[in-house]
């Protein structure tokens, strides 16, 4: 996740809470780079969870998931 597609995640995760979902499953199985503004992003939206005593798991963070 990057700078351009974090915007969409966290559109799709406020999607999911304006529809009464209250726990939110990120799978990172297939995700190979994070950046700066996808951390960022993950943050967000656990806070945004957090606010409304949901949750968020990280399930499978791929083993050569890079960063920069």
């Known amino acids: 996740m990057d700078r351009w597609t974090a915007p969409e995640f966290l559109n799709r995760v406020r999607a999911l809470v304006d529809s009464g979902y209250r726990s ?3 799978n990172l199985g297939r995700a190979e780079f994070l ?6 992003a993950l943050v ?5 969870l957090d606010e ?4 968020m798991l990280l399930k499978s963070p ?6 920069s």
């Open 24 to 26: 939110v499953v990120v």
């Open 62 to 67: 791929a083993r050569g998931l890079s960063r």
């Open 52 to 55: 409304i005593k949901g949750e």
């Open 35 to 40: 950046d700066h503004a996808g951390l960022v």
């Open 44 to 48: 967000t939206a656990s806070t945004l």
